[in-house]
């Protein structure tokens, strides 16, 4: 059963800082992984997508990198902004045992604070 | 177009009560889904719907009841609900059926918030 796993669940940062969001999963076998963020209350951002024969996406201020046979991600955000404040999910679109029925399956999110 | 829109945006019911959450896309995607999200947790998945078949059923209570009249289209019909069916609904829609491989990103409404009294 894929596993994913985000540390730490909350962040505080300085604004301007350059921080890195960790995300690791416990089965390889995946179409792809894509990072959200959602506000408070609010639905699902997609930020990027990275599908498993790619090693990173970029856009904007936003880096995402995957090492697929390591089980890891990291959602790189340059010169952070008070207006990134808000919980980053990643989530993995496992291959599934029969192919026919893969879903994705989320971690618990990450919330960030970038103080003014 | 790449909007996934819900009503409503909340809505309080009471245990006998039936009500419905309404979810629409018209980015052609064939693939639609319903999560269900608690306070600092993330998405469930509980129902997909490929080509307007239902796909996934998630072991959901039968008190949730989905339904898509059409490729646009997907309803969650509410009954009999219980105060801990309280949560954040979200609907989703993706390009194609979930065991397509590739891209196939998932697009995310605003959700509805429901609460059951």
């Known amino acids: 059963k894929q596993e994913v796993t985000q540390i730490p669940a909350a962040l505080s940062v300085p604004e301007g800082e350059n921080l890195v969001l960790n995300c690791s999963f416990t089965?390889?076998?995946?179409?792809?992984l894509q990072w959200f963020r959602q506000d408070p209350g609010k639905g699902l951002t997609s930020l990027l997508l990275?599908?498993?024969?790619?090693r990173e996406q970029t856009s904007g201020r936003l880096n995402a990198s995957l090492d697929k046979s390591s089980g890891r991600s990291t959602l790189y955000i340059a010169a952070s902004q008070p207006g990134d404040s808000a919980t980053y999910l990643c989530?993995?679109?496992?291959?599934?045992?029969?192919?026919?029925?893969?879903?994705?399956?989320f971690g618990k999110g990450i919330t960030l604070s970038v103080r003014p | 177009d790449t909007e996934v829109t819900q009503t409503p945006k909340h809505l309080v019911m009471g245990m006998t009560n039936k009500k419905s959450l309404k979810c629409e896309q018209h980015?052609?995607?064939?693939?639609m889904y319903w999560y269900k999200q608690k306070a600092k947790k993330p998405p469930e998945l509980m129902f997909v719907?490929?080509?307007?078949?239902?796909?996934i059923n998630e072991s959901v209570p039968s008190r949730f009841s989905p339904e898509c009249p059409n490729s646009s289209l997907l309803n969650l019909h509410l009954h009999a609900l219980q105060p801990e069916d309280s949560a954040l609904y979200l609907c989703?829609?993706?390009?194609?059926?979930?065991?397509?491989?590739?891209?196939?990103?998932?697009?995310f409404g605003p959700g509805t918030r429901l609460t059951v009294t």
């Open positions: 989703a829609s993706s390009q194609f059926s979930p065991g397509t491989s590739g891209s196939n990103e998932q697009y």
């Open positions: 089965d390889s076998a995946i179409y792809n």
């Open positions: 990275i599908q498993s024969s790619q």
């Open positions: 989530a993995v679109r496992g291959q599934g045992e029969s192919g026919a029925n893969s879903k994705l399956t």
């Open positions: 980015m052609g995607h064939r693939a």
């Open positions: 719907y490929s080509y307007e078949k239902l796909s």
